[in-house]
């Protein structure tokens, strides 16, 4: 603790244990609970933040305005924060990355959803979203950022609704006053499905060191560049990239093309990632056991997948947000067998181990607590 921490605490004393014995008579529920029937707004621990504008640029995207409460931290550029909406009294739980600069004033952030064909959470917000709907939301996370001080020569390449934390980057740059080189592609299928079009085109109109690129996967006229990505659209757009950092987010073709060609140019090292979705895992020939979801007595044969996918694949719906290790939402309790956690590799044969669900296949038999 620093010294000032030390002395304004010890300035106002009688605050923290008039709030400890309140939170003491509130028990067992938390003074949040009680204060949300009054307020949802008015929390002493939670976070959570009020959305205060709705805006449909195109037919399958919202973009809500959103108000956290005080206890927000802010954000930086590229990162994400998880929101919680209840859908018929469940809470479900999802990664969005704000789209707004990270130096915007009103201490409001933006999230542009994009509605998924059968998507739960997104589906709802695109549907229901409306002032005044009050969601749960977390501190950012994440390391796709910009590096301090900033790169000479920045390129940002997003696809589809990869295009949040790229755009976040790009405002973030231009409000900063950044005079490097910067240019912005996004791919899309047709120019109908490009959010925040106008204001990329005022972008581009407004800064001569700023070129914005539209790149349409399925629409031959019109943009700047057609069909899927390949090395001459890096050379057209910016013919300067091997000695840019560049930034990408987008959907999983978008991103093994991008990584692919860096890679091969032996430049991963300037790439930064952010994925939405993790790439599908490859089921190995030799899998056996069987998986016991001990709490709903259902036993599966073991196929592979990861522990979520199999536990759907049974008929059971355990909660997740992510799906790619991130939040923690699908953590459970695994009471016997051994488990692989496909992003570390790390192999687990210890019971009553908490795992994530979406990112550990079992290896033989597995008994998991849901
Ligand atoms: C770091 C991060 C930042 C993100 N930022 C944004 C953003 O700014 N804007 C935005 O629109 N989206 C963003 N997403 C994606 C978002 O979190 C949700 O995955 C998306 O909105 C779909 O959720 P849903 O509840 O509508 O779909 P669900 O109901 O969860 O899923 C619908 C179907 O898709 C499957 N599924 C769901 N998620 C995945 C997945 N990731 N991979 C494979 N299959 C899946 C499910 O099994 C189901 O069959 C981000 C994701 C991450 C990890």
Redo the contacts with the bound molecule.
């Keep these: 603790m620093t010294l000032q921490q030390g002395s304004r605490k010890s300035r106002n004393p009688g605050k923290f244990s008039l709030l400890s014995l309140f939170e003491a008579m509130a028990t067992p529920h938390a003074l949040d609970r009680y204060l949300e029937l009054v307020d949802p707004m008015t929390t002493v621990r939670d976070l959570r933040a009020e959305v205060t504008h709705v805006h449909r640029s195109t037919e399958d ?1 919202v973009t809500l305005t959103l108000r956290p409460t005080r206890q927000w931290l802010g954000f930086e550029a590229g990162q ?1 924060v998880q929101v919680g909406v209840v859908i018929d009294g469940v809470r ?1 739980t ?6 707004c600069s990270h130096h915007r004033s009103d201490g409001s952030i933006e ?15 695109h549907r229901h979203a409306r002032p005044g709907l009050v969601v749960s939301l977390s501190q950012a ?2 390391t ?1 950022r910009l590096p301090t001080p900033r790169p000479p020569r920045t390129l940002l390449i997003s696809g589809g ?5 790229v755009l976040s980057m790009l405002r973030s740059l231009l409000d900063e006053g950044y005079s490097g080189d910067l240019t912005f592609v996004h791919y899309a299928y047709t120019e109908q499905d490009v959010p925040y079009r106008r204001e990329l085109d005022e972008i581009a109109e407004a800064f001569d060191h700023v070129r914005i690129v539209y790149a349409y996967t399925d629409q031959d006229e019109g943009g700047d560049l057609h069909g899927y990505f390949g090395t001459e659209h890096l050379d057209a757009a910016a013919p300067w990239f091997a000695d840019a950092e560049t930034f990408l ?1 987008g959907p999983p073709g978008l991103m093994r093309a991008v990584t692919g060609v860096y890679a091969d140019l032996g430049l991963s090292e300037v790439l930064h990632v ?5 790439p ?1 895992v490859v089921v190995a020939d030799d899998v056996d056991g069987d998986v016991s979801f001990t709490d709903s007595a259902v036993v599966a044969e073991n196929s592979g997948r990861t522990l979520l ?1 199999q536990a ?1 694949d049974a008929g059971l719906s355990p909660k ?5 290790g ?2 923690f939402t699908c953590t459970s309790v695994k009471t016997s067998g051994c488990t692989k956690n496909i992003k570390t590799g790390e192999t687990d044969s210890e019971p009553d181990k908490k795992i994530q669900l979406c990112v550990t296949v079992p290896l033989g038999d597995v008994a998991i607590d849901i």
């Design positions: 995207t994400f479900h999802r990664c969005y990355s704000p789209a999230l542009t959803v994009k509605a998924h064909p059968e998507g739960l959470v997104s589906g709802y917000l996370e994440g796709f609704s990869g295009i949040t934390p987010c952010e994925e939405f979705a993790a599908t996918e759907e997740y947000g992510c799906r790619m991130i939040c």
